[in-house]
């Protein structure tokens, strides 16, 4: 799709989400609900005894049916459909030629864990913090916004390997 | 009159069936985008492919320009909405965490979800970092917590700190994408990599 109307689409499924929900979309902060839930069940003690951990089951919440984890459910189902209408459903590995497979997983790997360690200190990624809040005009989403690209244009020079 | 949820104290099941219908939006426009190549999204800090640029701030603008248009005729409460609330040293330090791992990952948490679902494999290896990434805030919290909450201002709002209206700071937003999209488009011919772009 044209990317002016694939952003015009997601403004509105962003506006579509004030308007029913009250509230902007988000990616970082359903893997963190996840991430409670697994150690509620693993070792509950644990949770209950963490000042981080027990504020999400206060009250008797499950964090796994926070809304934030729900449409994190439906962004891989809208993912999938989507693939599945324009034909893009294959398993593969994406990388610069000059790299091995290995590689790219090293650094797939380090990049999930900066991106999403970042979003939890910001309160927030691309699209819970930067995207949702510039749209709400918050300060919080514009620093975040150009923390985040300004970063990684300084560091592009030093992984362009990875890429071109 | 929105948010609807909010408004009519709609059960919470409700809200959580809103939360899966946007998300499959979420991720179906994400998707559509091209937003599962990790080397197209990457593209953007080489100039070769500057979707990222062109979806994010067209998306931006379509939402906040909406919100402000709802609200002007009443069918959106944004005194019920919510604003992201700012801590500054968070903020920044975050985001610059945040920088480096797109770099290295290819991928942000929302994109990383939405290329996995159509079966990308250094995508799930991403997500896996990222659930490790979550972990490891949860176990170091205590030790972060300081840096977290370090000069909080509240939920400050763009166009009040530099004395504008809501609707002129839209504006000036709007120009400013549209320059934006000026310089991308430049940008892409200017760095352009055809092995690479007829890939993704």
């Given at each position: 799709?044209?990317?002016?109307?694939?952003?015009?689409?997601?403004?509105?499924?962003?506006?579509?989400?004030?308007?029913?929900?009250?509230?902007?979309?988000?990616?970082?902060?359903?893997?963190?609900?996840?991430?409670?839930?697994?150690?509620?069940?693993?070792?509950?003690?644990?949770?209950?005894?963490?000042?981080?951990?027990?504020?999400?089951?206060?009250?008797?919440?499950?964090?796994?049916?926070?809304?934030?984890?729900?449409?994190?459910?439906?962004?891989?189902?809208?993912?999938?459909?989507?693939?599945?209408?324009?034909?893009?459903?294959?398993?593969?590995?994406?990388?610069?030629?000059?790299?091995?497979?290995?590689?790219?997983?090293?650094?797939?790997?380090?990049?999930?864990?900066?991106?999403?360690?970042?979003?939890?200190?910001?309160?927030?990624?691309?699209?819970?913090?930067?995207?949702?809040?510039?749209?709400?005009?918050?300060?919080?989403?514009?620093?975040?916004?150009?923390?985040?690209?300004?970063?990684?244009?300084?560091?592009?020079?030093?992984?362009?390997?990875?890429?071109? | 009159?929105?948010?609807?949820?909010?408004?009519?104290?709609?059960?919470?099941?409700?809200?959580?069936?809103?939360?899966?219908?946007?998300?499959?939006?979420?991720?179906?426009?994400?998707?559509?985008?091209?937003?599962?190549?990790?080397?197209k999204l990457a593209g953007m800090f080489y100039g070769y492919d500057t979707t990222v640029l062109k979806v994010f701030f067209t998306a931006a603008i379509v939402a906040l320009?909406?919100?402000?248009?709802?609200?002007?005729?009443?069918?959106?409460?944004?005194?019920?909405?919510?604003?992201?609330?700012?801590?500054?040293?968070?903020?920044?330090?975050?985001?610059?965490?945040?920088?480096?791992?797109?770099?290295?990952?290819?991928?942000?948490?929302?994109?990383?979800?939405?290329?996995?679902?159509?079966?990308?494999?250094?995508?799930?290896?991403?997500?896996?970092?990222?659930?490790?990434?979550?972990?490891?805030?949860?176990?170091?919290?205590?030790?972060?917590?300081?840096?977290?909450?370090?000069?909080?201002?509240g939920a400050v709002k763009i166009n009040d700190m530099l004395g504008l209206s809501p609707a002129v700071f839209t504006l000036l937003l709007v120009i400013a994408a549209v320059?934006?999209?000026?310089?991308?488009?430049?940008?892409?011919?200017?760095?352009?990599?055809?092995?690479?772009?007829?890939?993704?």
């Amino acid at each position: 799709m044209n990317p002016y109307w694939a952003g015009t689409l997601l403004g509105l499924v962003l506006l579509a989400s004030m308007v029913l929900s009250g509230r902007g979309l988000g990616a970082s902060g359903g893997m963190k609900y996840l991430v409670v839930a697994a150690v509620g069940t693993v070792d509950n003690d644990h949770a209950q005894n963490s000042p981080f951990y027990s504020k999400y089951f206060r009250e008797g919440k499950k964090p796994a049916l926070n809304w934030l984890s729900i449409e994190l459910a439906g962004l891989l189902i809208g993912g999938f459909i989507s693939g599945a209408v324009s034909g893009r459903l294959k398993l593969k590995t994406e990388k610069s030629p000059k790299i091995k497979t290995f590689t790219r997983f090293i650094f797939a790997f380090l990049g999930g864990v900066l991106f999403v360690y970042g979003a939890q200190l910001a309160r927030g990624c691309t699209s819970g913090a930067a995207l949702s809040g510039m749209a709400v005009l918050s300060v919080a989403g514009f620093v975040t916004m150009m923390a985040i690209f300004g970063s990684a244009y300084l560091f592009a020079w030093f992984f362009r390997k990875l890429w071109i | 009159m929105g948010p609807i949820a909010t408004l009519y104290h709609l059960p919470e099941w409700i809200d959580l069936v809103f939360a899966l219908f946007i998300g499959i939006g979420f991720g179906f426009a994400l998707e559509q985008a091209g937003f599962s190549s990790s080397r197209k999204l990457a593209g953007m800090f080489y100039g070769y492919d500057t979707t990222v640029l062109k979806v994010f701030f067209t998306a931006a603008i379509v939402a906040l320009t909406g919100a402000q248009v709802l609200s002007y005729f009443g069918f959106l409460d944004l005194s019920l909405v919510y604003v992201n609330e700012y801590y500054v040293n968070a903020a920044i330090i975050g985001g610059i965490i945040m920088g480096a791992g797109f770099i290295m990952g290819g991928f942000c948490p929302g994109t990383g979800v939405c290329a996995a679902s159509i079966g990308k494999i250094d995508a799930m290896v991403y997500l896996f970092g990222g659930l490790t990434g979550a972990f490891l805030f949860a176990e170091t919290y205590p030790w972060i917590e300081e840096l977290a909450g370090k000069n909080f201002k509240g939920a400050v709002k763009i166009n009040d700190m530099l004395g504008l209206s809501p609707a002129v700071f839209t504006l000036l937003l709007v120009i400013a994408a549209v320059c934006l999209f000026w310089l991308a488009e430049k940008a892409e011919k200017r760095f352009a990599r055809k092995e690479i772009t007829s890939e993704c």
